[in-house]
């Protein structure tokens, strides 16, 4: 997939609360190169980006920044894509343990890395700027 509203459904699941991601997905969309992933849209240290992806040839100067992971079926088009005539586990209306699976995993691991990197303040610090942007959006 590697699409803009795709990696945005992801990022949801991810961080349901949205203290990580706050807006900030980079997709194959934002890619200056066709085929390739790149940070070169980024305004940004590349050193503080970590790329969550299931895919490593896309990244190919970034391998360092990236923790590559299970890829994910969840919608109908990546399952069927990957596995025709199988359903995704939003249509059979299942999905992996809400502990312990691909999904819960990298939420933790990513929960780990903010933490470590920008510090227990750092959460509060997002879910404020977060609730600052939607009360903006809300009264314009």
Request: proline share 4%.
């Amino acid at each position: 997939m590697g699409d803009k509203g795709y990696a945005g459904l992801m990022a949801d699941l991810l961080d349901p609360e949205h203290k990580l991601f706050v807006g900030r997905v980079v997709s194959a969309a934002d890619s200056t190169r066709a085929g390739v992933k790149d940070l070169d849209v980024l305004l940004s240290d590349e050193s503080l980006v970590l790329i969550l992806d299931d895919t490593e040839h896309v990244w190919e100067k970034h391998k360092a920044n990236l923790i590559q992971v299970e890829r994910y079926h969840f919608f109908g088009a990546s399952a069927r894509l990957f596995h025709p005539g199988a359903q995704s586990p939003l249509e059979s209306g299942t999905d992996e343990p809400e502990k312990g699976g691909m999904l819960d995993t990298a939420a933790q691991l990513l929960q780990r890395l903010h933490t470590r990197v920008y510090g227990p303040a750092a959460a509060a610090v997002a879910t404020n700027e977060q609730q600052q942007q939607q009360q903006q959006q809300e009264e314009g």
